[in-house]
């Protein structure tokens, strides 16, 4: 098994903590009979600004990593440690917190809610996190600026392309400032031209936030166009962990700052 | 999260299926409507039978007898009291002694007699009592044809209906009281009655008073002037009235069917048998009662005047026992009503449970969704909390008004029917505002507790699970 503890050899000096560590992990869940080993000892750092792409074919165990690091599933056994945090020892009340104002997500089917427009659905993270009423407005309007959509605000999701859904599904992640962006098949949904479009946004916020950023996907072109390091799974365990040399050797001068905390 | 925004967030779900969620409210609304209907209903009827009570005079009356009477012989709560012998005796410097007690409104003496009544040279013989002019607002002279005593030393009598049938030789049916008072006080009204009644006559002019034997106890000086005759006298009175009601039912037997005015009454100092009773005491010919009726401002607080009354140590009878059982009766008939109205109001939430659960089907990757943006377990539950609260009072208070809307139906159908059969209207439907307020409550309270389920069951829900299914 390949253990992931000396791949930071490519870029910058690692002055911060890893962001995200992993430790054993493991996510294992019995269907009827079987045992599905559907995470199986994974063990993985992601530096703090790292845009990161997990790679797998479908039942890999990828997208059940991320769930973990996301604090939508708890491991069975072994640990993940963000930003110094093990989530395994956090309550159910503690982890609904981190997701809302550590972790920011994305998904391959947009995971808007069809009943509420643009502008609400961006706003409804704000009103989890009790923001005052008078500042959610602006904050979504300009949250769903930055991704191009101001003039959609009181659009519905169904009255929106993909590539639209999915800008607004990223206005939404980011609305509570997240330094961490979790992206599962992002472009899945979506033709190449808008796809691009996404990940050119994706790495925007990356770079220009700082924001740590981990992708799930199966297309390894994609991975290699944006993702600084390139992480393997199969059945459930890592097998391979490679720095993108391409993309590092690009966003190199960047790589300075500090912990995505945006301005 | 924050309760305008829960508010919020719940009434655009509620929106979302608006057809489900309406169909589930009217549920509630006729729940709630069957139990105000139900308990107005109670409430109206209580209320009724108070009112009714209260203007038949019954209820705001206590009657005092002294215990030296008869009647009161051998009654168990006297037992520690002063013998009869020794109690005192019911005059009018105690009349008007009681007459000073707090909520006191007036006390009067009961002057009854049996005597022999002529009409047509026929004689008839009856229980005549006396009425105070305060009788006029008693509820039995409501329908009264003819009037009330134009004063109160009048030469004027009221008749009860039963009499004035006697009167015209006609025997009352049995079963259903139909006859017409109209028709029996017709050809009374404006007739005369001469009246044959025993008048004590204070005998202090006689001189032979030594004569009846009772001079034996000499050292006692009231016995000098205790000594009076009894004369027969005849008084025509003219019939000015003739009661459908009994003014009089709670007397029972004793119940007069010919009244006088009072002060009338008294002036003709008819025998009592009370007078023959005290004759040995009697020290003037100031009259002995034999009951003295007192009414009383507040009937709530009849009690504290029976006890200041007994205090002075005198009997007392009213009929506050009767209405603490029909109290007792009407709290029950509440219970009950409220019962089975609250059935529907069960029913109703088992509807909003069996909503609320679909709605956790159908939204259940919006919960997925939603946690996974960082809502807790009790956003969500809140979230169905405030459906289900916002379905109750909604329903509660479109229940309400279907209910009150249902009273005023069905009252105004019976008034229909009351006026078909020639009775006056009645208002026997009550929607008070506690009422109101509390079936919203309730029907909100209920409403939470059907939520219970429901809303830990979406709050329990894995989320990662939730965004799979599709």
């Keep these: 098994m390949v253990s992931t503890d000396s791949s930071p050899r490519n870029s910058a000096p690692t002055v911060n903590a890893p962001a995200i560590h992993t430790e054993q992990l493991c996510r294992h869940y019995r269907m009827g009979e079987t045992l599905i080993r559907a995470v199986d000892g994974v063990t993985l750092k992601v530096r703090a600004g790292e845009f990161v792409a997990l790679l797998g074919s479908s039942g890999s165990g990828k997208s059940s990593v991320l769930n973990l690091i996301a604090g939508l599933d708890r491991p069975s056994s072994g640990s993940v440690f963000v930003q110094e945090r093990d989530l395994a020892q956090l309550s159910r009340q503690e982890l609904a917190r981190y997701r809302l104002h550590t972790v920011g997500m994305v998904f391959q089917s947009f995971n808007l809610i069809a009943s509420m427009t643009l502008a609400e659905n961006v706003e409804l993270p704000m009103r989890f996190a009790e923001v005052d009423r008078g500042k959610r407005d602006s904050l979504a309007r300009e949250g769903l600026a930055r991704v191009g959509l101001q003039a959609r605000m009181n659009h519905r999701p169904s009255e929106l392309s993909g590539g639209e859904q999915q800008r607004a599904a990223l206005a939404r992640a980011l609305i509570n400032q997240p330094q961490l962006l979790l992206a599962d098949e992002p472009t899945g949904n979506l033709d190449s031209h808008t796809g691009t479009e996404i990940m050119n946004m994706v790495r925007e916020f990356n770079q220009q936030l700082g924001m740590t950023v981990v992708m799930v996907t199966h297309e390894r072109a994609l991975a290699e166009r944006y993702a600084q390091r390139l992480i393997f799974l199969a059945d459930g365990k890592l097998i391979g962990d490679e720095s993108n040399s391409a993309v590092v050797a690009k966003t190199a001068p960047d790589d300075a700052r500090t912990d995505g905390v945006r301005a | ?470």
């Design chain 2, 1 to 470: 999260m924050k309760l305008p925004d829960l508010t919020e967030l719940a009434v655009r779900n509620l929106r979302e299926s608006l057809l489900r969620n309406s169909l589930t409210t009217i549920g509630i609304s006729v729940g709630v409507a069957s139990l105000v209907a139900m308990l107005s209903l109670g409430i109206g009827l209580q209320q009724l039978a108070s009112r009714r009570l209260m203007k038949s005079g019954l209820f705001d009356t206590v009657v005092v007898t002294s215990r030296r009477d008869l009647r009161n012989f051998g009654r168990e709560e006297d037992r520690n009291a002063p013998a009869p012998g020794e109690s005192r005796i019911l005059d009018e410097p105690t009349r008007l002694e009681i007459e000073r007690l707090p909520n006191v409104q007036e006390a009067y003496p009961d002057i009854r007699f049996i005597t022999e009544l002529r009409y047509d040279d026929k004689p008839h013989l009856t229980t005549v009592a006396a009425l105070p002019s305060s009788a006029r607002s008693n509820d039995a002279f409501e329908g009264v044809q003819g009037h009330f005593f134009s004063s109160d030393t009048a030469p004027e009598v009221i008749i009860q209906k039963a009499f004035a049938e006697e009167l015209l030789g006609k025997t009352p049916k049995s079963g259903l009281d139909e006859t017409n008072v109209a028709e029996l006080a017709a050809p009374l009204l404006g007739k005369e009655l001469t009246m044959r009644y025993a008048q004590r006559e204070a005998a202090q002019a006689a001189p032979s008073t030594a004569a009846n034997g009772k001079t034996t106890a000499s050292d006692d000086q009231s016995l000098g002037a205790a000594a009076y005759s009894v004369v027969s006298r005849e008084l025509k009175l003219k019939i000015v009235g003739v009661a459908d009601l009994d003014p009089e039912s709670m007397r029972g037997p004793t119940r007069a069917r010919v009244f006088l005015p009072l002060e009338l009454a008294e002036s003709l100092h008819v025998m009592q048998p009370t007078d023959l009773r005290e004759i040995s005491r009697a020290a003037t010919d100031q009259p002995i009662y034999s009951s003295v009726s007192v009414r009383v401002k507040n009937p709530a607080e009849i009690r504290t005047l029976e006890d200041a009354i007994k205090k002075m140590g005198f009997n007392t009878l009213s009929i506050l026992d009767a209405t603490r059982s029909l109290q007792q009766f009407f709290a029950v008939l509440d219970l009950f009503l409220g019962i089975f109205g609250s059935l529907a109001l069960a029913v109703a939430s088992i509807g909003i449970v069996n909503t609320l659960v679909m709605a956790i089907l159908e939204r259940r990757r919006e919960i997925g969704i939603m946690k996974a943006i960082g809502a807790s377990d009790s956003d969500v539950k809140k979230l169905f909390f405030a459906e289900a609260g916002a379905m109750g009072i909604l329903g509660g208070i479109v229940g309400v008004a279907l209910g009150w809307a249902i009273g005023q139906v069905i009252n105004l159908g019976t008034n229909i029917y009351l006026k078909h059969q020639s009775l006056p209207p009645e208002h026997f439907w009550s929607v008070p505002l506690w009422l109101v307020g509390a079936a919203i409550l309730f029907a909100f309270l209920v409403s939470l507790t059907a939520g219970l389920y429901p809303a830990g069951r979406a709050a329990r829900l894995d989320p990662v699970q939730a965004l799979r299914y599709e």
